[in-house]
């Protein structure tokens, strides 16, 4: 069984940063990309960001490009959200999330069949 295990989420300034860290057990780490998504109360759970198995290739949202850095440590089975230039638009529960395929690096939410439990980031002055 495939756990995500979140974690690093809290209280930023504006202009601040954070990193999420996302543990996983429960399968082969390196055979699957990993994706981070983030949802606000009575909104749908949005994409943000997706690494491939190896680490080499990335995507992201257009609202986080540029701010925010996905990465993973294959040894470590830990995927990371580094997070910088913080808005209070950022503010979300964010979700760690694991596909359903190998060799897939997806960005719809459909494509994930395995997620974290969430934390929460609140950025505010």
């Known amino acids: 069984q495939v756990q995500l295990v979140e974690s690093g989420g809290g209280l930023v300034q504006p202009g601040g940063s954070l990193r999420l860290s996302c543990a996983a057990s429960?399968?082969?780490?390196?055979?699957?990309?990993m994706g981070w998504f983030r949802q606000t109360p009575g909104k749908e759970r949005d994409f943000v960001a997706v690494?491939?198995?190896?680490?080499?290739?990335?995507l992201y949202a257009d609202s986080v490009a540029g701010r925010f850095t996905i990465s993973r440590d294959n040894a470590k089975n830990t995927v990371y959200l580094q997070m910088n230039s913080l808005k209070p638009e950022d503010t979300a529960v964010y979700y760690c999330a694991g596909p359903g395929r190998a060799a897939t690096m997806p960005t719809a939410l459909s494509e994930y069949e395995h997620w974290g439990q969430g934390t929460q980031v609140t950025v505010s002055s």
């Open positions: 429960g399968r082969t780490f390196g055979w699957y990309a």
């Open positions: 690494i491939s198995r190896g680490g080499g290739s990335t």
